[in-house]
């Protein structure tokens, strides 16, 4: 077995060295029921070629983003990712190494660490960013924990632009652990109604922009409400090439800014590893879940960055931590980060600008199409249309003529009563020519 | 050279600078200092090509950003150097040993790299029709299907994202099935005072109050403490195993008994599979729910820290409470049922994040498993038992084990009762491995252990290196023992930098770099 380096004569003098006669003295306290004397019921082991004519052949049964017209968004979005991210983050270093618990020999990692929690906090224009959390959708659940502990009131209200799988996510553990939620009906634009809905035990409220629906809102004024309440403002962003373009949570008054980091550095990946982004006012930052990376010296005097605030997290607060989290998300982190050194400020409002300008050339393509209507007033680079039918049925249909038309609103909440509701992308790796084939075979099918 | 109470120098005084071959630059060798990007690069410097785009839309008046953001781009070369720098600063286990006990810091196949990075994995989206995704839907059934025959489970969730998310879908499922059952006033979580922190955190973030297990003299789980807590209020027990003192617990069939019969769960923490797969089934030592980190076992890579992945195989008790997505056979082929309550999931506890899971991690597991086999997987625990007890033996003469008698599993764990009166702690003698070019192990855990080294070698170390291991172990002790002291109070002197000031840190945290140059820190 090519992984495995121990020969049979290693292994003999091994067990010599250890004083036992066979492998299975080592093996002695497990329960008699519970020995088992075969290996179990599955294939043998296979060499690297055979292994890799399987994967292929289950890759190939999937139609990737890249074989054709793509127009899906809805918290995951297709961009170009340069070469030179891909190839760093496979160097040894970075991708065989542990969380670095020694910051002697793990700079590497930190200093990365340490560039990213800066990127983040100026991308969201907040004053503190952690060092990834999972994903957007939990980085949302965790700031709202966080903010009940930040208030010590026991009450999230979600608006109805918010993500439903994000929405579902943070009433998993909202629920679980005892933290009520008010979340309002799917509204395309209608993040100010959230402002309505405060109390005096609301911890925070959850607001998204651009949000499920492509909607950019200003959201100082609930950023003013939620305060004035004394609740935290917790902005949500599912696509953060919009904040190449848009104005930050933080300029706009968020307390608490999670956002899906996918977008930058990372790939489709059917939904995972992504990264999630976490940044806060620094008043909180004591509260925040997640690892915190921070510069300090060493016994020379020279600058080098640790793990730091540990006094948080599980390893040191069992029961009492601010979060159970563990492993992040720090190779994605290491993804973000350099895609984004390459961008740079003026690399990333050129990205930006460039998928505002595709998702406008969808939109005048789309609304040219008898029968369908855009719904969504402003918008970065997807934006939700209103199609004759049943969305998801269409999709399939468009599916089958080679185009992924993007996310039907009811494949994301069922109950909403918005079948008829399709959400469509556009990023810098759309070509003009997929729109327009799009708008044509999508005015064929209706027409049908 | 002289040293304070915390063991740092008092002056600056290292191998790197107190000779006359002290560098004129600070660079030592090849090794770079590397300025931070923000430092290097320029605000009007990027290292992408893009063509110019026409200004927004006038629905966005009002909403565009007007300052700049703060963000320094480098050119392609640039970037390259930087990183490339950054990672020279790193150990890894491409490097050498990496023997962090609980951690199965194992070798990372390259295969599995290129398998995930096939486009028909990668650049697929979560929410693209499911007649399109039918390649990716039946992997995760097969991955599905391993881990449910490797463990003896019937049922598993695949989608939380890490071990410790793992966990908190097990006891979300536990807590959903108590209160189904109207066990809803179950509150209590019992776990032993050894469990990783992960354990008491994650039972504490679901609502529920954590009671701690004692541990008896030989590393187990103490039979007539358990029992004495169990009772109608006992929500479900944690129990890690083998467990983090490295130990199979003997009496594990007779822990599930009990606590089945006070009506409550068994949750086991799975992080030590590697130790048993393929050899015993979680399933046949009555566990209802317990994660398998792919980043362990099945050798999905650390990545510095993530991304990982927690699947939660559960017992027919607990599998109506999975959470969604759930992976059904259709009459089309696979299908996803994605919302608690739709027909398929009416029972499922809610859902653990946006979309699947870890798809990039399913598929570096599964290229493991294939590879591995049955009978490769089986030689997998096997291998790595051997290599924690051969540790054991050859180190057992000059440290002293924590359990001395009876194998150990997967680690070897000692205490610091042989480092007593040398004047060097358990945290010194780890700095010192440094040096000798060996990642130190995990120190100061388990708790119930003094001074506690945890050592896990895994499976993928040849007997060359371990033996290259004990030599600089066995080294380091004996000169410990002869009162070479500073050797270890002041290591690592040969690491990119020296200790780390984390108290500093921690009092006046500089958690993002700032314009305006702060006043540098100063060694204290």
């Not at chain 1, 996510?169 to 679980?176: G, I, P, R």
């Not at chain 1, 393509?365 to 939700?384: D, H, K, Q, Y």
């Amino acid at each position: 077995m090519r992984y495995l380096p121990l020969t049979p004569e290693d292994r003999a003098e091994m067990l010599g060295v250890i004083g036992v006669d066979s492998i299975d003295a080592l093996f002695v306290d497990v329960p008699g029921v519970a020995r088992r004397t075969d290996p179990v019921d599955l294939p043998f082991h296979a060499g690297e070629l055979e292994v890799e004519r399987e994967m292929a052949a289950l890759a190939k049964r999937n139609r990737s983003a890249g074989e054709g017209p793509f127009f899906c968004g809805a918290g995951a979005y297709r961009h170009h990712v340069p070469a030179t991210v891909d190839h760093i983050i496979q160097r040894s270093e970075f991708l065989t190494s542990y969380t670095p618990y020694q910051p002697e020999i793990a700079q590497g990692t930190l200093q990365v660490l340490f560039e990213f929690q800066t990127q983040v906090a100026a991308l969201t224009g907040m004053e503190v960013a952690n060092a990834s959390l999972y994903d957007g959708s939990t980085a949302a659940a965790e700031a709202v924990m966080m903010a009940t502990r930040v208030t010590r009131r026991n009450k999230a209200v979600m608006s109805g632009g918010v993500h439903p799988h994000y929405v579902e996510t943070v009433e998993t553990l909202a629920h679980a652990a005892g933290v009520a939620t008010a979340h309002l009906p799917a509204a395309i634009d209608a993040e100010d109604a959230v402002i309505a809905a405060i109390d005096a035990d609301t911890a925070c409220v959850v607001v998204q922009t651009p949000n499920v629906f492509g909607t950019v809102t200003d959201v100082s004024k609930i950023a003013a409400a939620a305060q004035a309440a004394g609740a935290l403002l917790i902005v949500v962003t599912t696509e953060v090439v919009s904040l190449g373009l848009l104005k930050s949570p933080g300029e706009m008054g968020a307390d608490i800014v999670v956002a899906e980091g996918q977008s930058i550095g990372n790939g489709l990946n059917f939904g995972g590893p992504y990264v999630g982004l976490f940044a806060c006012k620094e008043k909180y930052i004591r509260q925040a879940p997640g690892r915190l990376c921070g510069e300090t010296v060493d016994a020379d005097g020279r600058r080098g960055f640790v793990l730091t605030l540990s006094t948080r997290e599980q390893h040191i607060r069992r029961d009492k931590a601010t979060s159970n989290i563990c492993t992040n998300s720090g190779l994605c982190a290491l993804a973000f980060s350099i895609h984004m050194s390459l961008l740079g400020e003026v690399g990333l409002r050129q990205l930006a600008a460039i998928n505002h300008e595709k998702a406008r050339a969808l939109g005048d393509a789309l609304a040219a199409v008898p029968g369908v209507e855009i719904l969504t007033p402003r918008f970065f680079n997807e934006f939700a249309i209103r199609v004759p039918g049943k969305a998801a049925e269409l999709v399939e249909t468009l599916a089958g003529q080679g185009i992924i038309a993007g996310v039907p609103f009811s494949r994301l909440d069922a109950t909403a009563g918005l079948d008829d509701v399709l959400l469509v992308a556009a990023t810098e790796t759309t070509l003009d020519i997929d729109i327009t084939f799009f708008a044509k075979v999508l005015a064929k099918v209706i027409a049908q | 050279m002289s040293m304070n109470t915390v063991g740092r120098p008092t002056r600056p005084e290292s191998a790197a600078n107190d000779t006359a071959h002290a560098t004129l630059t600070g660079a030592r060798g090849l090794l770079q200092d590397e300025a931070l990007i923000f430092e290097l690069g320029g605000w009007d410097k990027t290292g992408v090509d893009l063509p110019e785009a026409s200004a927004p839309s006038d629905a966005l008046d009002g909403l565009l950003r007007t300052a700049p953001i703060g963000l320094p781009g480098l050119s392609e070369p640039e970037t390259v150097r930087h990183y490339v720098r950054l990672s020279q600063k790193n150990h890894a286990i491409d490097l050498a040993l990496y023997p962090l006990g609980s951690c199965t810091m194992k070798h990372n196949p390259r295969l599995n790299e290129k398998m995930a990075r096939l486009p028909g994995f990668s650049d697929i989206h979560p929410l693209q029709p499911q007649s399109t995704v039918q390649g990716a839907l039946q992997l995760m059934d097969r991955l599905a299907h391993w881990l449910k025959t490797l463990t003896g489970m019937p049922a598993v969730a695949l989608t939380p994202k890490a071990g410790a998310h793992g966990e908190m879908c097990g006891m979300l499922a536990i807590r959903s099935a108590h209160e189904a059952a109207g066990q809803g006033h179950r509150k209590t979580v019992l776990a032993p005072t050894s469990a990783h922190g992960t354990n008491p955190a994650t039972a504490a973030f679901v609502g529920y109050t954590v009671v701690e297990i004692a541990q008896t003299a030989d590393g187990r789980v103490d039979m007539a403490d358990l029992e004495s807590k169990l009772g109608d209020h006992v929500a479900a027990i944690m129990v890690t195993n083998p467990n983090t003192c490295g130990l199979f617990e003997r009496d594990i069939v007779e822990i599930a008994r009990l606590t089945h019969a006070a009506g409550a769960y068994f949750y086991c923490d799975g992080a030590n599979f590697n130790a048993i797969v393929g050899r015993v089934r979680p399933g046949d030592l009555g566990v209802d729910a317990m994660h398998i980190n792919l980043h362990k076992t099945f050798s999905t890579p650390h990545g510095g820290g993530g991304p990982g992945a927690g699947p939660v195989v559960l017992s027919e008790a607990l599998a109506p409470f999975a959470p969604t997505p759930w992976l059904v056979h259709g009459e089309d082929g696979f299908a996803l049922v994605e919302h608690a309550g739709e027909a398929g999931a009416e029972t499922a506890f809610g859902r653990m994040s946006a979309f699947h899971g870890q798809m990039g991690m399913y598929t570096r597991a599964y290229a493991y498993m294939l590879s591995h086999g049955a009978d490769g997987l089986r030689q997998v625990a096997e291998d790595a038992v051997l290599n924690a007890n051969y540790l054991k033996a050859r180190l057992s003469g000059a440290m002293s084990p924590a359990f001395p008698e009876g194998p150990c599993m997967h680690e070897a764990l000692f205490d610091d009762s042989w480092l007593e009166g040398t004047g060097v702690t358990t945290l010194d003698f780890a700095k010192a491995m440094i040096d000798e070019g060996f990642h130190p192990m995990t120190m100061y855990f388990p708790l119930v252990v003094h001074g506690a080294m945890l050592i896990e070698p895994t499976e993928t170390e040849s007997k060359q290196e371990l033996d290259r291991f004990v030599a600089a172990l066995l080294a380091l002790a004996e000169a410990a023992k002869a009162g070479d002291v500073e050797r270890f109070k002041g290591a690592p002197f040969h690491a990119p930098l020296r200790r780390l000031d984390e108290t500093q840190a921690a009092r006046k945290p500089r958690l993002k770099w700032k314009p305006v140059a702060a006043a540098p820190l100063a060694a204290e």
